[in-house]
C-alpha cells in the first residue's frame, strides 16, 4: 500500500476511534449521573429514616432523654416487656410537636404513666402510634397550649382527668358527641333531653318500663363511620343531666372502668346495667343519683372509689366477696340503705362509708370478719340508726366521730383485750388501745360498752361502760362520751387520762369509779382528769379520785350541780394547782378537803359553792401561796346573811403580794381567816373569837 493510502487509513480509522470513545464517555457520564442520582436518592431515604426512628420509632433512648420511662423487670413466661413514659422533664428542651416513640431501647411503648406530660406547657402537638393502649390519669393535665392530638386506635384504658385543663380537652364542642378512635371524650347536655335512655347499640333492647314515651340513644350511633366502637369513657361524661332516666354501659371486656364523676347528680336517673367487664367503680361516679334505687354491682367488682354512690338512693347493695378495696364515704348519705353484709375479703371499713345513712339500722359481719377487719374509718357510721355494733378483736383504734349522732345506738361491744410480749420482751397487744375524739359523743342511747372474748361471749354487764385491758389512752379533745345516755363508768388503772369533756352534758351518769393498784412501789392509775371532762354531769353526786391523779384541768366538774361529794387525791399525790371553774357551781358539795400539795387556785376555781362548809388552803408556806383574782367568788347565794370561811395556814404577812392577788376572794360572800385566826375544835376548823 501506498504510503500516503495507508496514512489516510490510519486517518479514518482515528476518526471513528475518537468517535466511538466520544459515545462511550458520554455513556459512561450519563451512568455516572444516573448512579449518583441513585445514590442520593438512596442517602435521602437513609437519612429520612433515620430521623423518623429519631423521632417515631425511637430506639436509642439518648436521643430523647428528657423522656424518663420504666419496664417491668419480672414477666410471665412469654409476655412481653414493653415500656411505659412515667415522664418528661419540663425544664427541657422537649418538642412542642411531640412524636410518642414506638420503641425505647428496644421495648415497645405502650403507655403513657400517671402524670407524664403534666404541666409541659410548651406541648402544642402529641401524636400518638397505636402500639399506646393506656393512658394514665392526669397524664397531660395542665399541659394549656396541647390542641392537637394524634390518638392510638389501640386505647383500652384512660386514667382519670387525663387532659384535665388542656386546649384540647376545654375546647371541645359543647353541645355534642366526641367520640374519637373508641374513647368517648364528651357528651354534650342538649344531646340527652328529658325522659332519656342510652343503649350501647341498635341490638340493645329497652328495659319494658321503657318501651314507649322515652327518648332512645344509641352509643353506636356516635362512633364515625369506619371508626371503633366505643371502648372508654372520660371523666364527667353525664355530669348534672337530669334527663337522663337509664344507660346501659358498654358490654365489652374492654369496658371496665366506670370514671370519675360520670354520673354525678343524674337526679333522675332510675337504672344502670352492669356488665361483668366491670371491675372498678371510679369516685362520685354515681354521687347524687338520688333516683337510682335498685342497681346490681358486678360480681367481678374488685374497687369501689371515694363517694361512689354517695348520697344515690341505693337500696341495700351487695358487695360481693371480689372487693379488694372501697373507697371513703362510698355509700354516705344514702337514706335508703337499711342492711349491710360486710364481705370478708375487705380488712378495713373506711372513712364515712356510711356517715348519715340515717336509716341503716343493721350491720352484719361475720365472724371471720370479726377477726379479720383491722381498721374503722373516722365517723364510718356516724348518724346511722344501727342499735348495736361489734369492734373487731383487731381494731386498735375507736376512730374519730365513729358513731357520733347515732341516736338510736345502745350497745356497743368490744374486744376485752389481751398483753403477750415476744421473745425479745417487746409487749404485742390485741385490741382497742385508743378511743379517738367524739367517738360517740351525741349517741343519746348509748349506755353500754361490753366487753367479749374471742368467741364474741359477753364477759360484762350492759348498762355500763368498761374499757378493755388494752385501752391506755383516749383523745386529748372533744366529747368521747359526751350527751350519751350512760350511768356508770368504771376508768381503768391503766387509762392514764381522761378526755376534753369525755362525759361532758351526760344527764344520765349516777356512779364514776377510778381503779388503781401498786405495781412494786408506783401507784398505777390515771394520773390527768381532762378539761371539762365530766363537766354538766347533774346527776352525779359521788366522785373519788384516786392518789396517783397529779392534775385536774380547768372546769373538770363544772355544772355537776347534785354532786354532794368529791373525795380530792391524798397520800403521795403531787397535786398542787386548783384550775379555773374546776368546782364552779357544784351548788350541793357541802365538805371539800384540799390534797395537801395545793399551793395555787386559779381564778373561778371555787364559785356558786352555795353548801360548802369551808375551805382549808393546806400550804404552809407562804412564799408558795398562789392565788387568783376572784378565785373564791360569789360562795354563797345572793341575799345570804352567812358568808363561807377560807381557813390559811400562813398569815397575811407571809404571803407574797405579787403571788396572791388583792381581790382573790369575793368579801360579800367569803369570810377569811389567816393562821393564828382559828384553830381546830373536835376537829373542826373554829374561828378564834
Same mark, same amino acid.
Given at each position: ?33 444516573? /448512579? ?30 428528657? *423522656?424518663?420511662?420504666?419496664? %417491668?423487670?419480672?414477666? !410471665? ?10 415522664? $418528661? ?25 400517671? #402524670? ?14 397505636? #402500639? ?9 393535665a395542665g399541659c394549656e397550649n396541647l390542641s392537637s ?43 340527652? %333531653?328529658?325522659?332519656?335512655? $342510652? ?47 337509664? &344507660? ?17 347528680? &343524674? ?10 367487664? *366491670? ?17 346490681? $354491682? ?30 371513703? =364515704? ?26 348519715? &345513712?340515717?336509716? +341503716? ?30 369492734? %373487731? ?37 390485741? =385490741?382497742?388501745?385508743?378511743? #379517738?375524739?367524739?367517738?360517740?359523743? =351525741? ?32 383523745? /386529748? ?27 361532758? @352534758? ?8 377510778? !381503779? ?20 354538766? &354531769? ?15 384541768e380547768q372546769g373538770a366538774f363544772e355544772d355537776c350541780?347534785?354532786? !354532794? ?10 397535786? @398542787? ?24 387556785? !386559779? ?21 408558795? +401561796?398562789?392565788? #387568783? ?15 363561807? %370561811? ?8 407571809? *404571803?407574797?403580794?405579787?403571788?396572791? $392577788? ?19 375544835? =373536835? /376537829?373542826?376548823?373554829?374561828?378564834? *373569837?
Open positions: 500500500m501506498a504510503e500516503r493510502d495507508k496514512y489516510e487509513m490510519m486517518e479514518v480509522l482515528t476518526k471513528e476511534q475518537e468517535q466511538e470513545a466520544e459515545r462511550r464517555r458520554k455513556a459512561k457520564k450519563k451512568n455516572y449521573i444516573i /448512579g449518583l442520582s441513585f445514590t442520593g436518592v438512596f442517602a435521602i431515604a437513609l437519612m429520612v429514616i433515620y430521623v423518623l426512628s429519631a423521632n417515631v420509632w425511637l430506639v436509642d433512648y439518648e436521643n430523647m432523654s428528657y *423522656i424518663t420511662f420504666t419496664y %417491668p423487670a419480672l414477666v !410471665e413466661d412469654g409476655e412481653e416487656v414493653t415500656a411505659t413514659i412515667t415522664s $418528661i422533664k419540663t425544664t427541657s428542651n422537649y418538642p412542642s410537636e411531640f412524636r410518642i416513640p414506638s420503641q425505647i431501647n428496644g421495648y415497645r411503648v405502650t403507655a403513657i404513666g400517671d #402524670n407524664a406530660f403534666a404541666g409541659c406547657n410548651r406541648l402544642t402537638k402529641v401524636i400518638m402510634t397505636d #402500639n399506646i393502649k393506656s393512658i394514665g390519669s392526669y397524664a397531660f392530638i394524634t390518638f392510638s386506635k389501640n386505647i383500652e384504658t384512660l386514667g382519670t382527668n387525663a387532659f384535665q385543663n388542656t386546649y384540647f380537652f376545654d375546647h371541645l364542642p359543647s353541645d355534642s358527641v366526641s367520640a374519637i378512635h373508641g374513647i368517648l371524650f364528651h357528651v354534650g347536655a342538649s344531646v340527652v %333531653p328529658n325522659n332519656t335512655i $342510652i343503649l350501647e347499640n341498635h341490638d340493645s333492647v329497652a328495659p319494658s318500663k321503657y318501651a314507649t314515651g322515652y327518648n332512645i340513644i344509641y352509643m353506636d350511633d356516635w362512633v364515625a363511620r369506619g371508626d371503633s366502637q366505643i371502648k372508654v369513657w372520660s371523666d364527667g361524661l353525664f355530669l348534672n343531666m337530669e334527663g337522663l332516666v337509664y &344507660c346501659e354501659l358498654p358490654n365489652i371486656k374492654t369496658f371496665t372502668t366506670v370514671p370519675v364523676d360520670t354520673f354525678e347528680n &343524674c337526679i333522675n336517673l332510675e337504672g344502670v346495667s352492669f356488665p361483668e367487664s *366491670i371491675t372498678k367503680v371510679e369516685d362520685s361516679a354515681f354521687m347524687g343519683c338520688s333516683s337510682l334505687e335498685n342497681i346490681q $354491682i358486678s360480681s367481678h367488682i374488685e374497687n369501689i372509689g371515694n363517694y361512689a354512690f354517695a348520697s344515690s338512693g341505693v337500696v341495700n347493695p351487695v358487695l360481693p366477696e371480689t372487693l379488694a378495696t372501697i373507697g371513703n =364515704g362510698a355509700f354516705s348519705g344514702c337514706e335508703n340503705i337499711t342492711e349491710i353484709n360486710w364481705p370478708e375479703t375487705l380488712t378495713s371499713i373506711p372513712e364515712a362509708i356510711f356517715e348519715n &345513712c340515717i336509716n +341503716l339500722t343493721t350491720f352484719n359481719l361475720t365472724d371471720a370478719s370479726y377477726q379479720n377487719v383491722k381498721n374503722l374509718g373516722n365517723s364510718a357510721f356516724s348518724n346511722t340508726k344501727l342499735t348495736t355494733f361489734d369492734i %373487731p378483736m383487731n381494731v386498735s383504734t375507736i376512730a374519730d366521730s365513729l358513731f357520733a349522732d347515732s341516736a338510736s345506738l345502745t350497745t356497743v361491744r368490744a374486744y376485752k383485750g389481751e398483753i403477750s410480749y415476744d421473745k425479745h420482751g417487746n409487749e404485742v397487744s390485741t =385490741g382497742v388501745g385508743r378511743i #379517738n375524739r367524739g367517738a360517740f359523743n =351525741g349517741c343519746t342511747s348509748f349506755d353500754s360498752l361490753i366487753l367479749i372474748d374471742e368467741n364474741r361471749q359477753v364477759l360484762t354487764n350492759a348498762h355500763e361502760v368498761n374499757f378493755p385491758v388494752t385501752c391506755r389512752n383516749v383523745a /386529748g379533745d372533744l366529747s368521747i362520751f359526751g350527751n350519751t345516755a350512760i350511768t356508770k363508768v368504771t376508768i381503768p388503772s391503766q387509762l392514764t387520762s381522761t378526755g376534753y369533756l369525755m362525759f361532758a @352534758h351526760n344527764v344520765n351518769l349516777t356512779e364514776v369509779i377510778f !381503779e388503781s393498784k401498786r405495781v412494786g412501789s408506783t401507784l398505777q392509775g390515771t394520773t390527768k382528769i381532762e378539761y371539762r371532762s365530766f363537766y354538766d &354531769c347533774p346527776n352525779l353526786t359521788t366522785i373519788t379520785l384516786p392518789d396517783s391523779v397529779v392534775t385536774i350541780i347534785n354532786l !354532794e361529794t368529791l373525795n380530792l387525791p391524798m397520800g403521795d399525790s403531787t397535786y @398542787h394547782v386548783v384550775r379555773s371553774d374546776t368546782f364552779k357551781n357544784l351548788v350541793k358539795l357541802s365538805h371539800l378537803v384540799l390534797s395537801p400539795g395545793v399551793n395555787k387556785i !386559779e381564778t373561778g376555781a371555787f364559785y356558786g359553792n352555795y353548801a360548802l362548809d369551808y375551805v382549808i388552803i393546806p400550804t404552809t408556806v407562804g412564799k408558795d +401561796l398562789g392565788i #387568783n383574782y376572784r378565785a373564791f367568788n360569789k360562795c354563797r347565794p345572793t341575799g345570804s346573811s352567812s358568808k363561807m %370561811p377560807i381557813f390559811l395556814n400562813v398569815g397575811m404577812d407571809e *404571803i407574797s403580794a405579787a403571788k396572791v $392577788i388583792d381581790g382573790w376572794y369575793d368579801p360579800d360572800t367569803c369570810q377569811v381567816y389567816w393562821k393564828n385566826q382559828w384553830n381546830y375544835v =373536835g /376537829g373542826v376548823p373554829t374561828p378564834i *373569837i
